[in-house]
Structure formats: structure tokens, C-alpha cells
């Protein structure tokens, strides 16, 4: 299964642009990127995904490197709601039986610095 | 409203007793899956099922039973052969094929071993 790279803890400061970073050299042409996050006590909810393109909506951008082997997520203007542990996960196309193996690493811990 | 449903929230037991966690979702999904979250850590897929009366294992499946009779239910059964049980229990469901499909997480079941 094709792996993820993510530092383990970040901080930035509130209303500031926020980089996470994702290495994900040994990605293959069918899977996507996939970002989710974490809040304390609770599920993870879905960020946002793309495949080759930069993608926008309402809670983040993704960056995704020209050869796919690293992505960065973006959020714009952090606030103290976005503290939390991020996920950068890849899921593959193909569908057949036995590839949903989705694997989640440890994440990002992203702290908020009012 | 659509979504997945976990429960209990909050579980207590005893060594070398069986519990069986619940999880229910309306979202007419076909995968759905069950991860384990250790204090600290990042999830770890124990068991997951892309289609009915089928299931894979994860990277953790020892000392735990699933089983898939209907497509909105993938109960999770803790058995005694588990050495370490006391751990944040989270189930998932998705479309599939899902390379574009968000994973949708139930709020989780927090399970102690007395």
C-alpha cells in the first residue's frame, strides 16, 4: 500500500495561512489524495481531495506537487476551530475487491496560537 | 438526517468478556469499515467490507470479529482473545468504488477494559 509522510506536530499563529505538508513518493497513477482532520474525542471529518489538480472549497485548498509524490493542504486563515490532527491519506481507483485497505498514519497536530 | 450511528459511546468490561459494538448508517453505502484509535496514535484499520455478507481484514483483525448479514450494519465484536482491548473504537462508511467518495465517521465508542 502506498504510503504517507506527515510531520507530527505543527503550530501557527490564529488568522495566519496554514501549510501542511504530505510526502507521498511511492504513489501510484490511480490513487487520490484524500485530507481529513481530527478534533479531540470525535471522528474524523473530510477535508478535501483532488488527483492532479489544485483543488478549492470551503474549508481548505490543496496543492498537489506536478509528479503527484507530495501535496500540501492550505488553509487560508487559521482560526482556533482548526486545531486538530490532520490526515493525508491515498485512496485507490481500481475498483476491486481488497483495495479499500485505507490506511491512516499519525497526522499532523496543528496548534492555534491566539 | 443521513449518517452512521456508533454505540455505546462509553463501554465498560471485564477481562475475558465478549462486547459487540454497534454501527448502523443510512447513507445507503456499501463500504464500511472499523478502525482503532490508541491515546496519542493515529487510527489503525481493523476490518472493513466492500459489499454485503463480505469483509477483509485490516492490519490489526486479531482478537476481533465482523460480521456483514445487511448493508447498513457492520458490527464489531471485541472478543477475550484481544491482550488490549481499552481503546477509542471508530466505524466508517463510504460509496464503493470510492476514489472520489468521502469517508463518513461515526462519533465513536470508547471502550475500557476493568
Known amino acids: 500500500d502506498a504510503k504517507t509522510t506527515q510531520p507530527n506536530s505543527m503550530e501557527s499563529n490564529e488568522e495566519e495561512p496554514v501549510h501542511l505538508p504530505c510526502n507521498h513518493s511511492?504513489?501510484?497513477?490511480?490513487?487520490?489524495i484524500h485530507w481529513y482532520r481530527q478534533l479531540p474525542s470525535q471522528g474524523p471529518e473530510y477535508v478535501i481531495h483532488g488527483l492532479t489538480s489544485n483543488v478549492n472549497n470551503r474549508m481548505a485548498s490543496l496543492a498537489i506537487a506536478e509528479d503527484r509524490k507530495s501535496s500540501t493542504l492550505i488553509l487560508h486563515r487559521a482560526t482556533l476551530r482548526d486545531a486538530a490532527v490532520y490526515y493525508c491519506?491515498?485512496?485507490?481507483?481500481?475498483?476491486?475487491?481488497?483495495?479499500?485497505?485505507?490506511?491512516f498514519g499519525t497526522g499532523t497536530r496543528l496548534t492555534i496560537i491566539p | 438526517d443521513g449518517g452512521i450511528t456508533q454505540s455505546p459511546k462509553y463501554l465498560f468490561r471485564k477481562e475475558g468478556q465478549n462486547v459487540t459494538l454497534s454501527c448502523e448508517q443510512n447513507l445507503n453505502h456499501d463500504a464500511m469499515y472499523w478502525y482503532r484509535q490508541d491515546p496519542g496514535q493515529g487510527l489503525r484499520l481493523i476490518y472493513y467490507?466492500?459489499?454485503?455478507?463480505?469483509?477483509q481484514k485490516g492490519d490489526i483483525a486479531e482478537g476481533y470479529s465482523v460480521s456483514r448479514e445487511k448493508k447498513e450494519s457492520f458490527p464489531l465484536t471485541v472478543t477475550s482473545a484481544q491482550k488490549n482491548p481499552t481503546a477509542f473504537y471508530l466505524c466508517a462508511s463510504s460509496i464503493w468504488p470510492a476514489n472520489t467518495g468521502e469517508l463518513f465517521f461515526g462519533e465513536g465508542s470508547r471502550l475500557t477494559v476493568l
Open positions: 511511492t504513489i501510484s497513477g490511480t490513487d487520490y
Open positions: 491519506i491515498l485512496r485507490d481507483d481500481t475498483p476491486n475487491f481488497g483495495n479499500e485497505k485505507l490506511t
Open positions: 467490507s466492500q459489499i454485503v455478507n463480505d469483509f
